[in-house]
């Protein structure tokens, strides 16, 4: 049965995790905050465990009753609206946070995949979560992220995503210089990098669509993808704007080019 704690001490030991905002620091003991009731049910059934819990008092005998019923005997932390608030740094909009410990990354994603997002280099945690749960949503096989991304794992990131980082298997490829493209290759993947290049296809292209494997590659906000990852990938795409738009936001993109790129 669930031990729950009234907090009395804001500094108390083990309310660490929701009071620090160095979310690497979490990283480095193994340890990362999902957030809303629907995500940390997500998590569960991912098969991620479960640290410790902090819920609004209300919470306990509500929406995360049957959340709590699963603990165990581990700590769950209570409180008023305001005290989680000033605890937390923030409001939390639906009354629950939970600290979990972090599961090695997929091993080998490649090798049965049919299609696969890559993210350059993109450090904002919103639209990391966006295009996770763009490629759940639209049955892509997995992310790929460059060394240079922003945690998948961080509690905005799981928040946006809606919990779909536990269902869609990710794993770092390496550097973001080009050299990553080659290894998708020599998995018999064909490459196609999202830019704004006068030498693209459309995303309606069938050579991309009847493609058997295929890896849809997409840059950081502003700069988007090197030059030398775009010369390196087997096309460039582009999607048709009108009313002289000329690109989308990497989420939004990433939506539509998963939608229109799926496997059939």
């Given at each position: ?26 990283k ?21 465990e ?28 209570s ?49 990391i ?14 992310v ?17 995503s ?7 298997p ?72 009108a ?12 939506a ?9």
């Amino acid at each position: 049965m669930a031990d729950i704690i009234p907090i009395t001490d804001l500094s108390a030991e083990g309310l660490f995790p929701y009071t620090s905002t160095a979310e690497l620091t979490l990283k480095e003991q193994g340890l990362f905050v999902a957030e809303s009731p629907k995500v940390i049910r997500t998590a569960l059934d991912s098969g991620y465990e479960a640290v410790s819990l902090l819920c609004e008092d209300k919470y306990i005998t509500g929406q995360g009753a049957d959340i709590i019923a699963r603990m165990g005997d581990i700590p769950v932390y209570s409180g008023s609206k305001a005290l989680l608030a000033e605890l937390t740094g923030f409001k939390l909009t639906q009354g629950m946070l939970c600290a979990m410990k972090r599961r090695a990354e997929a091993t080998d994603i490649l090798s049965c995949a049919h299609r696969i997002a890559v993210l350059e280099d993109v450090m904002n945690q919103t639209n990391i979560g966006a295009v996770f749960r763009s490629a759940a949503a639209l049955g892509f096989d997995g992310v790929l992220l460059t060394d240079g991304c922003s945690d998948p794992l961080f509690r905005r990131t799981v928040r946006v995503s809606m919990g779909t980082v536990f269902q869609i298997p990710y794993a770092h490829i390496g550097t973001s210089d080009s050299g990553y493209i080659a290894k998708l290759r020599e998995q018999g993947f064909v490459t196609a990098a999202m830019a704004l290049r006068s030498d693209t296809v459309t995303i309606d292209d069938e050579r991309l669509s009847s493609a058997d494997k295929l890896a849809i590659i997409l840059g950081t906000e502003g700069d988007g993808l090197k030059a030398a990852t775009i010369s390196e990938c087997d096309y460039t795409i582009k999607i048709p704007m009108a009313h002289g738009v000329d690109s989308l936001n990497v989420a939004a993109a990433a939506a539509v080019a998963f939608w229109e790129l799926r496997r059939r």
